[in-house]
C-alpha cells in the first residue's frame, strides 16, 4: 500500500493535532528535535529506531487534548502533571502502534531519583524525555537568560547524569538553543523523521487512530465517522469494488470531516464549508491524491447543489458517490443521543427523496436500501464497540491515575 509514505502517516496525525490546538505539538516538536540529537549523540540506535523515539516524544503531551485546559500550560506542565501524562500513554498504547513502546510518557515529568528507587525499565528514555522537555520550556521561558548549565545541581536527583552529559553532547554538537530559536531545527526534525519504517498495518492503524483524535474534540463526529466509514466499506463490498479503490475509500471515509476539529462549535454555514479546504490542508502532499478527492467529494451532489466545486454527475466518480451516500447515511443513523436507534424508514425515505431529486446517484442507493437491515446492523455495532472502547480508555485511566498519585 503506497498511499502514503511512514513519515508522512506521522506528518498527519501531527498536523491534525494541531488543528484542535497547534501549541502542544509546536512545544512536542521541539522537544523532539532536542531528543533525537541526544540520540544520536549516544550513538546506540539505527535512524529509524531514533525516528521512533523521537515520535514518541513529538507525541508526549498528546494527553492534554483530553485532561487540561489546553492554554494553562503553567498547571499541567507543573503541579498537576499526573492526568496528561497518564491519558497520553494509555491513547497510545491503545490506539497507535506503539504500545508499551509509549510507557516513557507516562513517567516522562517524574524526577529521576524517584524512576531509579522505583526500578522503572524505561527510565533512561523517560529521564531523556523529561530533561529535553525542560530544556524548551526554560529556554522559552527565560529567552537570553536561560543556559544549560542551571540544570549542573540536578544531576542525579532530579534529573538523569547520564542524560545531561547527552544533552551536552548534543548542544555542542549541533548548537541546540540556537537552531530552536531561530527554526532551522524545523527542517532537521523532518530529515530525521524521514527515517521511519510501518508496516502497512501500522500505517493503517496510525489512520483509524484519527477517528480517536476527533473525539478529543468532538464525540458525536467520532461516532459519525466511525458509521460513515462502516457503511462505505459496506457499500464498496455489495458493488464488488475492487481493493485498492475499496481502501482509497476507506480511508477517504476517516478523513473526510477531519477538517470539523479546527472549526469552533457554532460555526455557520460558510465557516462550516471551510472544513473541505482545511482537510485538503491537513492531507494535501501526504496521503494519495484520489483518497483526497474522494474525501473532498463527500458534499458534492450530481445536480450541482453541493460543495466545494459544485460538480455534476459526470464530474462524480462512483467511489466519490459511495462516500456522499454513506456520509448522509452516517448523519441520519447517528445522533446526539449514543442510544439512539435510528428508524429505517425515516432514514431510507429522506436518502430516496434525495436520490430521486438527482442529488444522490439512484442505483447505488437503491444498493443501500436493499442492503440496508445488514448495513445498518454492523455499522452501528461499530459505532457502540467504539464507544465501549472509549470507556474502556477512561477506566484505564482513572485506575492508573489513582495509582500514579499513590507514587508521587
Same mark, same amino acid.
Given at each position: 500500500?503506497?498511499?502514503?509514505?511512514?513519515?508522512?502517516?506521522?506528518?498527519?496525525?501531527?498536523?491534525?493535532?494541531?488543528?484542535?490546538?497547534?501549541?502542544?505539538?509546536?512545544?512536542?516538536?521541539?522537544?523532539?528535535?532536542?531528543?533525537?540529537? #541526544?540520540?544520536?549523540?549516544?550513538?546506540?540506535?539505527?535512524?529509524?529506531?531514533?525516528?521512533?523515539?523521537?515520535?514518541?516524544?513529538?507525541?508526549?503531551?498528546?494527553?492534554?487534548?483530553?485532561?487540561?485546559?489546553?492554554?494553562?500550560?503553567?498547571?499541567?506542565?507543573?503541579?498537576?502533571?499526573?492526568?496528561?501524562?497518564?491519558?497520553?500513554?494509555?491513547?497510545?498504547?491503545?490506539?497507535?502502534?506503539?504500545?508499551?513502546?509509549?510507557?516513557?510518557?507516562?513517567?516522562?515529568?517524574?524526577?529521576?531519583?524517584?524512576?531509579?528507587?522505583?526500578?522503572?525499565?524505561?527510565?533512561?528514555?523517560?529521564?531523556?524525555?523529561?530533561?529535553?522537555?525542560?530544556?524548551?520550556?526554560?529556554?522559552?521561558?527565560?529567552?537570553?537568560?536561560?543556559?544549560?548549565?542551571?540544570?549542573?545541581?540536578?544531576?542525579?536527583?532530579?534529573?538523569?547524569?547520564?542524560?545531561?552529559?547527552?544533552?551536552?553532547?548534543?548542544?555542542?554538537?549541533?548548537?541546540?538553543?540556537?537552531?530552536?530559536?531561530?527554526? *532551522?531545527?524545523?527542517?532537521?526534525?523532518?530529515?530525521?523523521?524521514?527515517?521511519?519504517?510501518?508496516?502497512?498495518?501500522? !500505517? !493503517?492503524?496510525? #489512520?483509524?487512530?484519527?477517528?480517536?483524535?476527533?473525539?478529543?474534540?468532538?464525540?458525536?463526529? #467520532?461516532?459519525?465517522?466511525?458509521?460513515?466509514?462502516?457503511?462505505?466499506?459496506?457499500?464498496?463490498?455489495?458493488?464488488?469494488? *475492487?481493493?485498492?479503490?475499496?481502501?482509497?475509500?476507506?480511508?477517504?471515509?476517516?478523513?473526510?470531516?477531519?477538517?470539523?476539529?479546527?472549526?469552533?462549535?457554532?460555526?455557520?454555514?460558510?465557516?462550516?464549508?471551510?472544513?473541505?479546504?482545511?482537510?485538503? !490542508?491537513?492531507?494535501?502532499?501526504?496521503?494519495?491524491?484520489?483518497?483526497?478527492?474522494?474525501?473532498?467529494?463527500?458534499?458534492?451532489?450530481?445536480?450541482?447543489?453541493?460543495?466545494?466545486?459544485?460538480?455534476?454527475?459526470?464530474?462524480?466518480?462512483?467511489?466519490?458517490?459511495?462516500?456522499?451516500?454513506?456520509?448522509?447515511?452516517?448523519?441520519?443513523?447517528?445522533?446526539?443521543?449514543?442510544?439512539?436507534?435510528?428508524?429505517?424508514?425515516?432514514? #431510507?425515505? !429522506?436518502?430516496?427523496?434525495?436520490?430521486?431529486?438527482?442529488?444522490?446517484?439512484?442505483?447505488?442507493?437503491?444498493?443501500?436500501?436493499?442492503?440496508?437491515?445488514?448495513?445498518?446492523?454492523?455499522?452501528?455495532?461499530?459505532?457502540?464497540?467504539?464507544?465501549?472502547?472509549?470507556?474502556?480508555?477512561?477506566?484505564?485511566?482513572?485506575?492508573?491515575?489513582?495509582?500514579?498519585?499513590?507514587?508521587?
Amino acid at each position: 500500500m503506497n498511499y502514503i509514505s511512514s513519515a508522512d502517516i506521522f506528518r498527519l496525525v501531527r498536523d491534525a493535532l494541531s488543528y484542535i490546538n497547534p501549541a502542544p505539538m509546536s512545544h512536542g516538536s521541539r522537544v523532539g528535535y532536542i531528543m533525537g540529537r #541526544m540520540l544520536e549523540s549516544q550513538g546506540r540506535l539505527e535512524g529509524f529506531e531514533i525516528a521512533d523515539m523521537v515520535m514518541m516524544t513529538v507525541f508526549h503531551d498528546i494527553g492534554v487534548y483530553a485532561t487540561d485546559d489546553i492554554n494553562d500550560r503553567l498547571r499541567y506542565e507543573g503541579r498537576d502533571f499526573i492526568p496528561h501524562s497518564v491519558y497520553g500513554y494509555l491513547f497510545l498504547r491503545n490506539y497507535s502502534p506503539l504500545g508499551e513502546t509509549a510507557k516513557p510518557i507516562l513517567y516522562h515529568h517524574m524526577d529521576y531519583d524517584k524512576l531509579n528507587a522505583m526500578h522503572v525499565p524505561e527510565m533512561e528514555i523517560a529521564s531523556m524525555v523529561n530533561l529535553a522537555e525542560k530544556v524548551d520550556l526554560y529556554s522559552t521561558s527565560l529567552g537570553d537568560q536561560f543556559s544549560l548549565t542551571m540544570f549542573n545541581k540536578m544531576g542525579g536527583t532530579h534529573l538523569s547524569k547520564q542524560a545531561l552529559d547527552l544533552m551536552y553532547q548534543a548542544a555542542n554538537k549541533y548548537d541546540l538553543v540556537s537552531r530552536i530559536r531561530s527554526l *532551522e531545527y524545523k527542517p532537521e526534525l523532518e530529515s530525521i523523521l524521514d527515517y521511519m519504517l510501518f508496516t502497512n498495518a501500522d !500505517k !493503517k492503524k496510525f #489512520m483509524e487512530m484519527l477517528i480517536y483524535i476527533i473525539g478529543l474534540q468532538d464525540d458525536l463526529l #467520532m461516532r459519525r465517522t466511525m458509521c460513515c466509514a462502516s457503511v462505505a466499506m459496506q457499500m464498496c463490498d455489495q458493488l464488488i469494488v *475492487e481493493d485498492t479503490l475499496r481502501d482509497y475509500v476507506y480511508y477517504a471515509a476517516l478523513v473526510h470531516d477531519i477538517g470539523l476539529i479546527g472549526l469552533p462549535e457554532d460555526a455557520d454555514d460558510e465557516l462550516y464549508e471551510t472544513h473541505i479546504t482545511l482537510m485538503n !490542508k491537513i492531507c494535501a502532499g501526504r496521503l494519495n491524491q484520489k483518497i483526497i478527492d474522494i474525501a473532498a467529494a463527500h458534499h458534492e451532489r450530481l445536480d450541482g447543489s453541493g460543495y466545494p466545486k459544485h460538480l455534476k454527475t459526470y464530474q462524480i466518480d462512483q467511489e466519490q458517490k459511495i462516500l456522499q451516500i454513506a456520509d448522509r447515511a452516517a448523519e441520519l443513523m447517528i445522533q446526539k443521543d449514543p442510544a439512539f436507534e435510528p428508524d429505517r424508514v425515516e432514514v #431510507m425515505a !429522506k436518502i430516496l427523496t434525495e436520490a430521486d431529486l438527482g442529488k444522490l446517484d439512484k442505483p447505488l442507493v437503491d444498493v443501500f436500501n436493499a442492503n440496508y437491515s445488514e448495513i445498518s446492523a454492523l455499522a452501528l455495532k461499530k459505532v457502540r464497540d467504539l464507544t465501549g472502547t472509549t470507556k474502556i480508555l477512561n477506566n484505564q485511566y482513572l485506575q492508573l491515575k489513582e495509582e500514579y498519585e499513590k507514587k508521587e
